[in-house]
């Protein structure tokens, strides 16, 4: 069974920086698309872009270009998720995705993430 | 203000029929396939239907999707306590340098 299990809530102070991680098992991580969505409370999600471990290589969405990268450790087929210049704004549940070539769509979600921006 | 425009709530008693729309344009919903994600409350979202119409194994078939021009819907028949969740839509657009975009979300409630 395919699972995702992300790393445990933080709090942090405006303009510090945070790390999420997200582990998966259960398929080949290497080959594979890993996104990243976040959600505001009571808002709905947001796309934050994605990595593919293979390469490295990792597409960013124009709202978060410059202040988020996204990485990957194959070797422990871990994602990471890193912000910068935090915000008050920022303040909400970060979740990694699995995305589903074949269906083009994300099959398998995290549990999520809460980060709270505070000072 | 999202992308995808959906109405904010929708209700319907057990056993009833529901139906949730979903409009875009023509960078979206007009020129690629639409998801629908479940999110009961305090969890992750769900893949409930993809590539406009089809269902994942173990979704019921109770549920079911559509897609016209730059619109989408997802219908629920036979209604149940159990599916009181925010649905949202979701499409690649194909502006800027591309993304993919949520609608605002439809909470349901079973009455």
């Known amino acids: 069974q395919i699972h995702l299990v992300q790393s445990g809530p933080e709090v942090k102070k405006p303009g510090s920086s945070v790390k999420v991680s997200c582990k998966a098992s259960?398929?080949?991580?290497?080959?594979?698309?890993l996104h990243w969505v976040r959600q505001a409370p009571g808002h709905a999600p947001e796309w934050m872009g994605w990595?593919?471990?293979?390469?490295?290589?990792?597409i960013y969405a124009q709202n978060f270009q410059g202040r988020v990268t996204f990485t990957s450790d194959r070797s422990l087929s871990t994602g990471y998720m890193e912000l910068r210049s935090l915000r008050s704004e920022d303040t909400a549940v970060y979740y990694c995705?699995?995305?589903?070539?074949?269906?083009?769509?994300?099959?398998?979600w995290g549990q999520g993430t809460m980060v709270t921006v505070s000072a | 203000q999202s992308v995808l425009t959906q109405p904010p709530s929708a209700s319907g008693a057990p056993g009833q029929k529901v139906t949730i729309s979903c409009s875009g344009s023509?960078?979206?919903?007009?020129?690629?396939?639409v998801n629908w994600y479940q999110q009961l409350p305090g969890t992750a979202p769900k893949l409930l239907i993809f590539?406009?119409?089809q269902r994942p194994s173990g979704v019921p078939d109770r549920f079911s999707g559509s897609k016209s021009g730059t619109s989408a819907s997802l219908a629920i028949s036979g209604l149940q306590s159990e599916d009181e969740a925010d649905y949202y839509c979701?499409?690649?657009?194909?502006?800027?340098?591309?993304?993919?975009?949520f609608g605002g979300g439809t909470k349901l409630t079973v009455l």
């Open positions: 995705a699995k995305f589903s070539v074949d269906n083009s769509a994300f099959d398998v």
């Open positions: 259960g398929y080949t991580f290497t080959y594979s698309y």
């Open positions: 990595i593919t471990p293979f390469s490295g290589r990792a």
């Open positions: 023509s960078s979206n919903i007009g020129s690629n396939i």
């Open positions: 590539n406009n119409s």
């Open positions: 979701s499409a690649w657009d194909d502006s800027l340098n591309g993304l993919w975009v």
